[in-house]
């Protein structure tokens, strides 16, 4: 038996989950994640057909933070609306969103590919073409980077060392935003390690997870545990920059499926500056840090939090590093991967949000940190300052020493 | 390796409290949680002690906490450490511009939402209910389509255990919530946290009330540690408004613990969600360590000294198998069981006996340290404090956030 089994029935209906739930918060229109978890988990294993509010689910795991009782109820809306996408059709946007890899590798092949992918989602969005698919067209679509990470990593000659972790990219770093890779790389570099990238790896599979497409979540789960076991057997530790990743990688994986060898991997992955405090424990860590003049807001993803191991950028920057930063402490920033990006989430993922735009133009920063891409696009777009990677910033505080 | 001076296991009332205390010693704290906590499902009040051991309703706090039986853990705390663990309390809520009202000398009786009153010794100045006794017309508010709360009952049933002598008057509010799921008080207060909703609910309260009453509302003003709401419908209507205490969530629960947890962020407190503490690195009679068994690895967090305030069967602190073992999972403190199961429990719920489970729980020092069944030391600095506590059934007497108020302050004063 798992140790970590999905029993609803440990639900003792205590509410916590409703008083934290960012979505049920927003909108009225949500059932909120204990009607719609665990107590209607019961009716869907009689009835075929599933609550159509267990639409509104943005997946950001804050109920199952909030539970005392230790119920995955996140995950329990995930299986059921994999079910009801058993007996209903997609829709052509959730085929789009969830297949943003799919999007990705298509820009990265044809020739100016992310040149002519960036145009087309701006003249779609002037012509109303994503309004009309669902998409919204509020906001703007995270743009394709010019060179994947994959690509400009291959031009980078590494100083060799003995150490060595393997680097789990994801699809948001390879194909939207490298910067955040190659940022890493560096640190990395600085502390003697040599960086190995897997390219055979692919989609965790979180976008297809949020729209129900439970059994290409699977396949892409087998094919990146067999990777990453390859290196784990060979003893090397798996690193992501992207929370979202690491936690379908580490823990949605074993929640939702029975594939072998996914517990001993979870054993071996590891955010980047969780790795990193861990070398700073084991008195490891280059701390030969220059100063940064400018002040920064640091935002905690949700699926950071979810994962029970506190806010590691946080005592990596500010009391390792020393920079000038601060926890905003306010909540989910509402997009939850794709799930803002719907036309008819978007209001409600921008009213989530209200909370933590407000505090960071409170705050006068120009600058906000946080590990996820989606994150930091939502914030950018909410309150119009600069976002980066935590890495960035370690990388700038090492560049910055003379 | 890092190591802190405290680590504190558990987010509930007594975690937080024992965060707070040993922080304004100057130690450096963690405090590891797993779920909410108890302020959310419990309220945001602090009972002390409302009914003596025969069951009769105790004259003031503090005459009953000095009346206790010698395992009660107001005995081993001592009304002087109550005294301070109350000024403490007080003092923070004061600083955190959230004051709470009340002192040991005073019971105070407030309404529920059943229409029946509780005693109880701390409170928000959201129930004050010195007014009650004076002001003959109580208006007694209620919603339309609210669910889980019942004006109507709460009106009839207070015409019995205040007194029929009062004018109680059923005022229906209309709110502006249309379609979707059904609204909650916590949907309610969120409303009132907006400056349209609570104009649109004085409106309606201005057309239904006459200033100089009292007015009875579920806890629906607003969801912050301030008093920003109540100072505004105060305010608007001249009248005096006492919440009463409902079931979960627990709108004054929640206020309480964000006042906590912005204190324990200014304090510098580091706190890490979702740390499912299940073990213990014991080295010559002391703990060096915890360890966190998370879905992908097991963590370990080191310090000086230990707080456990995991809470009882409930919190997961305490836990029971179907065989009548009772294990306390972290440190294998050895608990004390009544001898056959069936004796666990007694069977008249509503009896004038405390339930036997209930007082299960971990044998401490005066200083909150755990003993075993000889009451021998088992660590030296590990420190108990909450629900997990033996020889009280905060349910038949209305102790609960007291104790852990008060072995919360007095584990970290231990520390």
């Keep these: 038996m798992k140790k970590h089994r999905i029993d609803p029935d440990r639900c003792i209906a205590c509410s916590a989950c409703v008083a934290q739930c960012p979505v049920t918060k927003a909108t009225q229109r949500f059932r909120g994640p204990k009607m719609v978890g665990p107590a209607l988990e019961r009716m869907r294993l009689s009835e075929e057909d599933v609550d159509p509010t267990l639409d509104y689910c943005s997946n950001c795991k804050n109920c199952d933070m909030a539970c005392p009782s230790g119920v995955p109820i996140s995950t329990l809306n995930m299986l059921a609306r994999a079910k009801y996408y058993k007996i209903h059709k997609h829709s052509m946007r959730d085929d789009m969103l969830a297949h943003g890899e799919r999007m990705g590798k298509l820009a990265k092949t044809l020739p100016a590919g992310a040149f002519f992918a960036n145009l087309g989602m701006n003249i779609g969005r002037n012509l109303g073409v994503l309004r009309m698919v669902g998409i919204s067209d509020k906001r703007p679509l995270p743009s394709y980077a010019s060179e994947s990470f994959h690509k400009q990593f291959k031009k980078i000659r590494q100083q060799s060392f003995p150490n060595k972790v393997v680097f789990y990219p994801g699809c948001y770093i390879n194909f939207n935003d490298p910067k955040v890779g190659l940022d890493f790389l560096a640190v990395m570099q600085k502390n003697q390690y040599e960086v190995i990238v897997e390219e055979e790896f692919v989609c965790c599979g979180s976008p297809l997870l949020v729209n129900g497409y439970l059994d290409e979540v699977e396949e892409n789960a087998k094919k990146n545990t067999q990777l990453i076991k390859k290196w784990v057997d060979k003893g090397y530790k798996v690193i992501t920059c992207c929370t979202s990743c690491g936690l379908m990688l580490k823990q949605e994986y074993q929640e939702l499926f029975e594939i072998d060898g996914v517990k001993e991997n979870a054993k071996n992955i590891y955010d980047a500056s969780e790795f990193l405090m861990q070398l700073y424990d084991e008195g490891k860590l280059n701390t030969d840090f220059g100063t940064l003049q400018e002040k920064y807001l640091y935002h905690a993803p949700c699926h950071l939090r979810a994962q029970g191991f506190g806010l590691p950028a946080m005592d990596l920057l500010k009391d390792v590093a020393g920079v000038n930063i601060e926890n905003a402490d306010a909540g989910c920033c509402g997009v939850s991967g794709n799930y803002g990006f719907k036309a008819d989430k978007y209001d409600t993922a921008m009213a989530i949000g209200g909370k933590l735009f407000g505090t960071i133009k409170e705050s006068g920063v120009r600058t906000v940190v946080s590990e996820c891409g989606t994150c930091r696009m939502q914030i950018n777009h909410g309150a119009s300052v600069d976002t980066v990677h935590p890495l960035t910033i370690l990388r700038n505080v090492y560049e910055a020493k003379k | ?415």
């Design chain 2, 1 to 415: 390796m890092r190591k802190d001076d405290v680590i504190v296991i558990g987010g509930g009332f007594a975690g937080l409290i024992a965060a707070a205390a040993s922080a304004k010693r100057g130690k450096k704290v963690t405090l590891l949680s797993f779920g909410m906590g108890t302020l959310t499902v419990g309220s945001g009040i602090v009972d002390i002690l409302g009914y003596n051991n025969d069951g009769t309703a105790a004259l003031t706090p503090e005459v009953a906490v000095k009346m206790v039986e010698d395992d009660h853990p107001y005995h081993k705390i001592g009304l002087q450490a109550v005294k301070e663990s109350v000024e403490f309390f007080l003092e923070l809520c004061r600083e955190e511009m959230y004051p709470y009202i009340g002192s040991l000398n005073e019971m105070k009786w407030i309404p529920t939402a059943a229409g029946t009153l509780k005693p109880t010794c701390l409170v928000p100045k959201t129930i004050d209910v010195a007014r009650l006794k004076e002001i003959d017309t109580i208006y007694i508010v209620g919603f339309h389509c609210l669910k889980d709360y019942y004006a109507e009952l709460v009106a009839k049933n207070l015409k019995t255990s205040l007194g029929s002598d009062n004018k109680y008057e059923v005022v229906m509010i209309n709110h502006q919530f249309s379609g979707g799921r059904d609204v909650t008080i916590l949907d309610l207060a969120r409303w009132l946290d907006s400056e349209a909703g609570r104009a649109a609910f004085i409106k309606e309260l201005q057309g239904k009330i006459k200033p100089g009453a009292v007015v009875l509302i579920p806890p629906i003003l607003g969801t912050a540690p301030d008093y920003l709401v109540l100072d505004a419908v105060k305010k608007a209507t001249g009248c005096h408004f006492i919440e009463t205490v409902t079931i979960p969530p627990s709108i004054s629960g929640l206020r309480l613990r964000s006042m906590l947890i912005n204190h324990l962020k200014k304090m510098g407190v580091r706190m890490i969600e979702k740390a499912n503490v299940m073990q213990s690195i014991l080295e010559d009679g002391k703990c060096v360590g915890v360890v966190t068994d998370g879905i992908d690895r097991e963590r370990s967090y080191y310090a000086q000294s230990f707080i456990l305030a995991t809470g009882g069967f409930y919190g997961g602190g305490l836990i029971s198998s179907e065989l009548g073992e009772v294990d306390e999972p972290i440190f294998k403190i050895p608990i004390q069981i009544p001898i056959t199961q069936e004796k666990w429990s007694n069977l008249n719920l509503f009896s004038n006996e405390k339930q036997p489970f209930a007082k299960i729980g971990i044998r401490i020092d005066e200083k909150m340290r755990p003993l075993d069944e000889k009451g021998n030391l088992l660590f030296e600095n590990v420190f108990v404090a909450g629900r997990n506590l033996q020889g009280y059934d905060f349910c038949f007497e209305k102790s609960g956030n007291g104790v852990a108020l008060t072995s919360g302050y007095q584990a970290a004063m231990s520390v």
